[in-house]
Nanobody, 115 residues
């Protein structure tokens, strides 16, 4: 059974940093696309960042220059380093993995940016 487990969320002050991790188990995603989405209260889920099997990243305009997505193929894990956090980054962050026609989601981790 495939599982994606996120960790690293929490409460941080504006301007602070957090690093999210998503560990996949059940199958290897080294050939697949991995991504982070987020959903703020009352908002639709949106793509934050993605990374291809070749390690090519893509970012939403709202986070470009502040967030960095990376992956560890050996650990089957994707990371999201979030710097210069803003209150508008407050959301539940979800890990997503896609391989061929299969799409998987994690359960989400809460990130709250507040003073």
């Amino acid at each position: 059974q495939v599982q994606l487990v996120e960790s690293g969320g929490g409460l941080v002050q504006p301007g602070g940093s957090l690093r999210l991790s998503c560990s996949a188990s059940g199958r290897s995603f080294s050939s697949g696309l991995m991504a982070w989405y987020r959903q703020g209260s009352g908002k639709e889920r949106e793509l934050v960042a993605s990374i291809t099997s070749s390690g090519i990243p893509n970012y939403a305009n709202s986070v470009r220059g502040r967030f960095t997505i990376s992956r560890d193929y050996a650990k089957n894990t994707v990371y999201l380093q979030m710097n210069s956090l803003k209150p508008e980054d407050t959301a539940v962050y979800y890990c997503n993995a896609a391989l061929f026609t299969q799409i998987y989601w994690g359960q989400g981790t809460h990130v709250t940016v507040s003073s």
